[in-house]
């Protein structure tokens, strides 16, 4: 069974950066389209990228285009989140996920918790001065 732990958060000042890394365990991470996902206080889940199970397809919410960039690493199992130019509104825990589905292909399917089958525990970013 598939287990994920996600790592890497901590506090950053406006304008920093940060990478987190989804770490897999208990089967091969390359079966799997990834997803990564944040959830502010009093917020909604909301997904903010997801990468195909080679690597070679992306997608972006527009919260976070231009400025994060998703990556993995199939050889060391994990999965990682470039965030560069944070800001307070980044502020949340920070969650990926693991899909047996397509969900690259459509942006809606990308952010939509529903199309993830396994989830990690959560790190927490906060950005603040």
């Known amino acids: 069974q598939l287990q994920l732990v996600e790592s890497g958060g901590g506090l950053v000042q406006p304008g920093g950066s940060l990478t987190l890394r989804c770490a897999a365990s208990?089967?091969?991470?390359?079966?799997?389209?990834i997803g990564w996902f944040r959830q502010a206080p009093g917020k909604e889940r909301e997904g903010i990228s997801c990468?195909?199970?080679?690597?070679?397809?992306?997608n972006y919410a527009d919260s976070v285009k231009g400025r994060f960039t998703i990556s993995r690493n199939n050889a060391k199992n994990t999965v990682y989140l470039q965030m560069n130019l944070l800001e307070a509104e980044d502020t949340a825990v920070y969650y990926c996920?693991?899909?047996?589905?397509?969900?690259?292909?459509?942006?809606?399917?990308?952010?939509?918790?529903?199309?993830?089958?396994?989830w990690g525990q959560g790190t927490q970013v906060t950005v603040s001065s």
């Open positions: 208990g089967a091969t991470l390359d079966r799997y389209d």
């Open positions: 990468i195909s199970s080679r690597g070679g397809s992306t």
């Open positions: 996920a693991a899909s047996t589905r397509a969900i690259t292909t459509r942006q809606v399917m990308c952010v939509t918790t529903r199309f993830y089958d396994i």
